[in-house]
């Protein structure tokens, strides 16, 4: 008479439940846990088990029933109450024979568990073919699903990462086949990270985005925040707005297009399918809610990045410091990776004649033209008070030299001189000591009248 896979369990539990005192519990797969679906009462119910955890999550994945006659020696038993001494587990099979769930009794008094077995089994058959006829196991709600993926957005560890969760959230509850992100950038809108496998029409629908360029992006994300959340038919005789053109050319039919986070740094989620479909409200308020939360997970780690970005920085001068800089020369290469120490030319006199604040500036003039002079992939570091290191790579020690000379230059132009020391570490040479004889050389540029460059001996 059960209508559905939960009354049939439900029904199943009360009608052992009249002939035996056993603890009753019946848990079905759902995603990826055993999830209690009916149970009698006891002191403590688990509601959802990893599906190899426990004698049930054994009974599981073996498809095959356990009778404990003392559960302390069985090291998989999962505690529901004290008193507990016997259990008996039967799965729960589909007609093919694949587990779809176990049926569990636990008895704290005496019991014939040989007879008990028999019935478990014969009873699990039963209502696996029933619930195979009434379609299989409950499947997650929308909302469940929902909040699933939200916690997988929460730890996401990179916005690459957020964005794939994020995406196929927007698929697994919207039911749609494809799912794109843009976003507003420092050069204008543009497509956030596909997911590891796009499908068909998500692949067309990113090649048409990219074809058209910031441009129509951009419009996609005005129209969205201007307007709301909108959805659209591919129904024939109306034709698309010219914003949606080249979703249209993709094959999008049926369309999903919701606001994600502030106008002006935000961006859209589209959710799109080939068939012609209907959105209902419920699945835009549930697009809403992702998107909602998939920005703030954006946000946040957005906002992380930049506080490490700070706590690695120097706070005057913009320059990474100590902390990056010791990493960075840990992984100098031999005779390639040059270390050139840097220090400026009287700055104590600065500091003593106009005042820490005119030093500041003459650091920060400075920190700009040394960056200017260095090539593309070459890094400046302030490791102390007037005292900079670069890290450069060079193909021969002559190269590290002009390198060199072309940051006094630079520094020459800002009415200031500096003192440079250049050293490549050798094979085995420690970082530090490669650091150290770059430090000597300079100090002997400071010996010979300073504003110079001096390599290091090998």
């Known amino acids: 008479m059960a209508s559905t896979a939960l009354e049939a369990c439900q029904w199943t539990v009360a009608a052992l439940a009249r002939h035996t005192p056993a603890t009753i519990s019946i848990l079905l797969q759902v995603h990826d846990r055993l999830q209690c679906v009916a149970a009698t009462g006891a002191w403590q119910v688990f509601s959802t088990v990893p599906p190899k955890t426990g004698i049930v999550g054994r009974v599981y994945t073996s498809g095959q029933p356990a009778t404990v006659a003392d559960v302390t020696t069985d090291p998989d038993y999962l505690p529901v109450r004290p008193d507990v001494t016997a259990e008996v587990c039967a799965p729960v099979l589909d007609p093919a024979g694949r587990p779809i769930g176990v049926l569990d009794l636990q008895w704290s008094g005496p019991v014939e568990l040989g007879p008990w077995r028999r019935t478990a089994e014969r009873v699990a058959a039963r209502l696996g073919a029933r619930i195979t006829a009434l379609g299989g196991p409950p499947a997650e709600s929308r909302s469940e699903k929902l909040l699933r993926h939200a916690a997988a957005m929460t730890s996401a560890p990179t916005d690459w990462d957020l964005m794939t969760a994020a995406i196929t959230a927007a698929r697994d509850v919207s039911a749609l086949s494809a799912a794109v992100l843009v976003l507003t950038g420092r050069r204008g809108a543009r497509l956030g990270a596909p997911t590891s496998a796009p499908g068909e029409l998500e692949a067309r629908i ?64 589209l959710v799109a399918d080939e068939r012609l479909l209907r959105p209902d409200p419920t699945t835009i308020n549930l697009m809403e809610l992702l998107a909602g939360q998939a920005w703030t997970c954006l946000d946040r780690l957005r906002t992380l990045a930049q506080l490490r970005e700070q706590a690695s920085s120097d706070p005057l001068t913009g320059l990474r410091h100590t902390g990056p800089f010791g990493k960075r020369i840990a992984t100098a290469t031999p005779g390639r990776t040059a270390l050139l120490a840097i220090d400026v030319d009287g700055f104590k006199d ?109």
């Open 206 to 269: 990113r090649a048409e985005l990219t074809e058209a360029g910031a441009g129509p992006l951009g419009r996609l994300i005005v129209r969205a925040h201007r307007h709301g959340a909108a959805y659209t038919l591919g129904e024939a005789g109306h034709p698309p707005t010219d914003d949606y053109l080249p979703l249209a050319r993709a094959g999008a039919r049926t369309l999903v297009a919701v606001p994600v986070g502030p106008p002006d740094t935000g961006g859209v989620l």
């Open 350 to 458: 600065v500091n003593d004649t106009y005042g820490h604040q005119a030093g500041d500036r003459l650091l920060v003039g400075l920190a700009r033209a040394l960056e200017e002079a260095l090539r593309q992939g070459d890094e400046l570091y302030r490791i102390g008070g007037d005292e900079f290191v670069a890290v450069i790579e060079v193909n021969r020690p002559e190269e590290a030299v002009r390198i060199a000379e072309r940051l006094t230059e630079a520094a020459r132009r800002t009415g200031r001189t500096i003192s440079v020391g250049v050293a490549l570490p050798q094979a085995g040479e420690s970082p530090e000591l490669t650091l150290r004889r770059a430090d000597q050389a300079l100090y002997a540029v400071k010996r010979h009248g300073r504003d110079g460059v001096r390599l290091a001996a090998a």
